[in-house]
T-cell receptor, first 110, second 115 residues
Framework: GENVEQHPSTLSVQEGDSAVIKCTYSDSASNYFPWYKQELGKRPQLIIDIRSNVGEKKDQRIAVTLNKTAKHFSLHITETQPEDSAVYFCAATTGNQFYFGTGTSLTVIP | NAGVTQTPKFRILKIGQSMTLQCTQDMNHNYMYWYRQDPGMGLKLIYYSVGAGITDKGEVPNGYNVSRSTTEDFPLRLELAAPSQTSVYFC??????????????FGAGTRLSVL
């Protein structure tokens, strides 16, 4: 099956700085890559996603890039704010089963 | 529109007991999933279903059973609960991949402790 690795496991940034989280996947057939934000004690919520026919996607301060050749994708958060503090998960799927990374705990220091 | 609803929110079981975690969705999604999330870890797929009457094993199905008699409901059954099943369980639903909109929507989770 698919194997998704996520780095770093923890990340601390100053408010206003950028944060980057990277994921790699093993199955070249994976074609959909969502990113989820999970606040403490809450459910995962989709923040951005990208499909394999696109190299980059932006939504305000959040962007995702995909390199199919290298089989990696990254989440970029610019101008970080304290409310961005949470655990972020990447995932990959070929269609039915979703495989998740182990998560990155992001702390934004005011 | 409630989305994905899970019950109960919390439960403590004794070793060897059984229970059913309930999940229902009102978005008419074909696909439904059960995940477990252990502390500091990502989500692991237990079982999934692509429609009523069809279920398939995920990464960690041992010790669990599911059924899908309706589009709306996807209960997860734990038989002979073990401490290793202490976890937070999330149910999710989505449209099929073929729709191009296979975004997963998650329930609020069930926190289960087996003592």
């Amino acid at each position: 099956g698919e194997n998704v690795e996520q780095h770093p496991s923890t990340l601390s940034v100053q408010e206003g700085d950028s944060a980057v989280i990277k994921c790699t996947y093993s199955d070249s057939a994976s074609n959909y890559f969502p990113w989820y934000k999970q606040e403490l004690g809450k459910r995962p919520q989709l923040i951005i996603d990208i499909r394999s026919n696109v190299g980059e996607k932006k939504d305000q301060r959040i962007a995702v890039t995909l390199n199919k050749t290298a089989k990696h994708f990254s989440l970029h958060i610019t101008e970080t704010q304290p409310e961005d503090s949470a655990v972020y998960f990447c995932a990959a799927t070929t269609g039915n089963q979703f495989y998740f990374g182990t998560g990155t705990s992001l702390t934004v220091i005011p | 529109n409630a989305g994905v609803t899970q019950t109960p929110k919390f439960r403590i079981l004794k070793i060897g007991q059984s229970m059913t975690l309930q999940c229902t969705q009102d978005m008419n999604h074909n696909y439904m999933y059960w995940y477990r999330q252990d502390p500091g870890m990502g989500l692991k797929l237990i079982y999934y279903s692509v429609g009523a009457g069809i279920t398939d094993k995920g990464e960690v199905p041992n010790g669990y059973n599911v059924s899908r008699s309706t589009t709306e409901d996807f209960p997860l059954r734990l038989e002979l609960a073990a401490p290793s099943q202490t976890s937070v369980y999330f149910c999710a639903s989505s449209l099929p991949r073929s729709s191009g909109r296979n975004i997963q929507y998650f329930g609020a989770g069930t926190r289960l402790s087996v003592l």
